[in-house]
């Protein structure tokens, strides 16, 4: 079975400046599909990046990167020029490449982000 | 475009009660998943429909828990008898049947507490 682990259950960063969430994870599969979801205190999670465990680029959406490691099982996710708006708790998921009864998100505990201003 | 809704958005019962939960999906989404958080743990799955057939409920705790998605479009979840350990936030979420991104869209959660 796969497990996902975010060992930062709290972080906090000056606004404008960069942070760094941690996520492990642990598979046997080579192929599979990692995301990073936000759930801001309004409670409906968002998608913030995805990335393919086939692809060797880190994938970027605007101010959100990802170190992807997949030698190591580690994602981790790069917010940078932090706006106050990115405060939320976030999810480090796993998705098997496989469907048909595997297609379920197996998700870490999440990490808590505090913007100061 | 409407997304996920679920409702009610709290529900407090008392230990031995029953407590249904309703997801809405996005229309036209086949694929309906439910999930719940326990306070300070990890979003856990419990399961998937395609359509209105259980495609993996291999995440459902117990017998005391049932879901159904007639005809295919909004699912319920339903808590019989409740015990206090089913205290946590349900989360729905739903996604085309195919996808090239693999994202599911999620709903706000029913905040559950059992007393």
């Known amino acids: 079975a796969q497990t996902v682990t975010q060992s930062q259950p709290e972080m906090s960063v000056q606004e404008a400046e960069t942070v760094t969430l941690s996520c492990t994870y642990d598979?046997?599969?080579?192929?599979?599909?990692l995301f990073w979801y936000k759930q801001p205190p309004s409670r409906q999670m968002i998608l913030v990046i995805r990335?393919?465990?086939?692809?060797?680029q880190n994938a970027t959406e605007n101010r959100f990167s990802v170190n992807f490691q997949k030698a190591a099982k580690s994602f981790s996710l790069k917010i940078s020029d932090s706006q106050l708006g990115d405060a939320a708790m976030y999810f480090c998921a796993y998705r098997s490449a496989r469907n048909f009864g595997n297609e379920k998100l197996t998700f870490g505990t999440g990490t808590r982000l505090t913007i100061i201003p | 475009e409407a997304g996920v809704t679920q409702f009610p958005s709290h529900s407090v019962i008392e230990k031995g009660q029953t407590v249904t939960l309703r997801c809405d999906p996005i229309?036209?989404?086949?694929?309906l998943y439910w999930y719940r958080r326990v306070m300070g743990k990890e979003i856990k799955f419990l399961l998937h429909f395609v359509k209105e057939s259980k495609q993996d409920e291999s995440g459902m705790p117990n017998n005391r828990f049932l879901a159904e998605r007639t005809g295919g479009t909004y699912s319920t979840l339903k808590v019989q008898p409740a015990e206090l350990e089913d205290s946590g936030v349900y989360f729905c979420?739903?996604?085309?049947?195919?996808?090239?991104?693999?994202?599911?869209?999620f709903g706000p959660g029913t905040r559950l507490t059992v007393t």
């Open positions: 990335q393919e465990a086939y692809k060797q």
């Open positions: 979420a739903s996604s085309p049947r195919v996808s090239p991104t693999y994202e599911q869209y």
């Open positions: 598979t046997s599969e080579s192929d599979y599909y």
């Open positions: 229309s036209g989404h086949d694929n």
